[in-house]
């Protein structure tokens, strides 16, 4: 979007000629700078920098929050009405060249509806978008209770908020259920100790089966996020589980085989906790993990470490993009060529190990949105383009609203972009104090500085989703998140590229004193923050959930 202000020997061209050039402008609105009359200063050009698209998602996910705020089922007409809506203020935007230059319109004033109209678009264009994404997602779900034989294939493993092992299962087979009625996927938790089956296998149990994150006080009018990826019931069992067949390469399951056993390699080579955080950390499996070690996490703010997010992605990518393009000088140097493209080079090999980490990890919602991101920085590199700025986070958002706008909701998506945001918005006035900084302390005061910034950004959406504030979150970061950086994650990488030769056991060693180190810390500063400040957990509604397992 560009300024259609003009100077005003543009007056006495012809109409013909300015709608042309009107139109060629307005196409390349994405990636111009916009300029409104009336704005000036710092502020005004900070905001404007990257052009109208760093609002798009802002005016998108009011269209998606307009949506969930209705109190009815939107039809097909409010579909239509969304569309025509959208339609209409596209071709106002179109028009207002044409309009400004008859005289019909002040300039100023075709800025201002300029930029309505288009925001107005973006409002329509995403309440179109959640109501398409919930026809989309739209499965069997079951409203009653059930219990009976349970047929079916495992596709995944985990441990719920109580402490006890879980199973995925898909491809069902409930006894008098028809299929039409047949959720594609259920969650099971496992009353007793027993063997858990592998990925792949195809076992047979006999368990209870309910709704899934149902509300007993009203009807959710959109499938919480275990349903929109196809959960359609969670229950119990105590029965003994029985193998139909055994994991096959058929049954489509190998990465996450391949994930359970590189889980088991690590939770073998490093006992205790220390072993099923780093197993966490490699493959995504949270299965070992304890709940006594979930809760420490989250009171010391650490708890996102344990869940595979932008820091991780970002971590490990960064780190295959350094070695990689340090590898790649130390090749062009020694052949003497200084053309080679050694950095777009080293981003190609960057992406490839975080497509893979992204594959190996099981790919979870908040994994899938971090891939995405580094992704974007990425390809930015491979164009030549400027890697930290706005408009990629916008850019970023945008996509993952409309593929998944559900997200909106989401506490993992409101802070992850509340931090990024605020660590690029803040980079200048650390880019302006840096230089007085002693070389020494750089940086401790660089990770004191974006710390703090994270956590301003990122502490009210904390307070308002789990109803907790961690008072030393800081603090806990500041000496947990550089041994992450430096020790955890490069001996993680180090071990995978290793493990196939059977030489995984010296890194796995380190990294298992890294995860020590952040449980010890974790442990130390939840102790403190419990003397200091808890908050009362407030539900986000009065649905009663089944979800936990």
């Given amino acids: 979007m560009v300024s259609l202000t003009e100077p005003a020997d543009q007056s006495r061209m012809p109409l013909k000629a300015l709608r042309a050039k009107a139109a060629s402008r307005a196409g390349g609105w994405l990636r111009r700078q916009l300029t409104m009359p009336g704005q000036s200063g710092a502020k005004a050009a900070r905001v404007t920098q990257a052009g109208f698209v760093v609002w798009a998602p802002f005016w998108f996910g009011m269209g998606i929050a307009v949506w969930f705020a209705l109190r009815v089922e939107p039809d097909a007409r409010h579909y239509a009405f969304a569309g025509l809506l959208a339609v209409a203020a596209l071709l106002l935007r179109w028009r207002l060249p044409a309009w400004a230059e008859s005289g019909r319109l002040s300039w100023r004033r075709a800025d201002r509806l300029a930029l309505a109209s288009l925001s107005l678009a973006l409002v329509s264009a995403g309440f179109v978008a959640v109501g398409t994404r919930s026809a989309l997602v739209a499965a069997p779900v079951i409203d009653f209770r059930y219990y009976g034989a349970i047929e079916g294939r495992v596709i995944g493993i985990d441990r719920s908020s109580r402490d006890r092992m879980r199973v995925l299962l898909d491809q069902l087979d409930l006894e008098k ?69 055994p994991p096959s390469s058929r049954s489509g399951q190998i990465m996450t085989r391949l994930q359970m056993r590189l889980s088991l390699l690590v939770q073998n080579e490093i006992p205790g906790q220390s072993g099923a955080v780093a197993a966490a950390l490699m493959t995504g499996d949270r299965s070992g993990i304890s709940e006594t070690t979930n809760e420490i996490m989250r009171i010391s703010s650490l708890y996102h470490i344990i869940s595979i997010s932008g820091l991780h992605m970002s ?235």
């Fill in 315 to 549: 971590m490990l990518a960064g780190l295959a993009y350094g070695s990689l393009r340090f590898l790649g000088a130390l090749l062009a140097a020694r052949a003497g060529r200084s053309d080679w493209p050694v950095h777009k080079a080293a981003a190609l090999g960057a992406f490839v190990t975080a497509a893979t980490y992204l594959a190996l990890s099981g790919g979870g919602v908040a994994t899938e949105r971090a891939f995405l991101m580094v992704a974007v920085l990425l390809l930015a590199v491979l164009a030549g383009k400027r890697v930290i700025s706005l408009r990629n986070v916008a850019l970023v958002a945008l996509a993952i609203l409309v593929v998944a706008p559900e997200s909106l909701t989401s506490a993992s998506f409101q802070m992850s972009f509340a931090a990024t945001v605020a660590l690029i918005l803040g980079h200048r006035h650390w880019a302006a104090v840096a230089p007085f900084v002693p070389p020494l302390f750089k940086p401790v005061a660089m990770l004191l500085f974006t710390s703090l910034l994270a956590g301003l950004a990122t502490g009210p959406f904390a307070a308002a989703h789990f109803g907790r504030i961690a008072p030393y979150g800081m603090l806990a970061n500041l000496l947990a998140v550089p041994v992450v950086g430096i020790v955890v994650m490069p001996m993680g990488l180090l071990a995978t590229l290793l493990a196939p030769i059977g030489l995984a056991g010296p890194p796995l060693w380190l990294m298992g004193i890294g995860t020590g180190w952040m449980l010890g810390i974790a442990e130390s500063i939840s102790a403190l923050g419990e003397r200091i400040f808890w908050s009362r957990p407030r539900r986000a509604s009065s649905c009663r959930c089944s979800e936990r397992g």
């Fill in 177 to 245: 259920v028809s299929p039409a009625r047949t959720p594609h996927k259920v969650r099971l938790s496992l009353m007793a100790d027993q063997l858990v089956p592998a990925a792949g296998a195809r076992v047979m149990l006999t368990g209870h089966l309910g709704p899934s994150g149902t509300c007993r006080a009203r009807r959710l009018r959109f499938p919480p996020h275990g349903v929109v990826r196809g959960l359609g019931a969670v229950g119990y069992t105590r029965s003994p589980i029985m193998l139909v067949e």
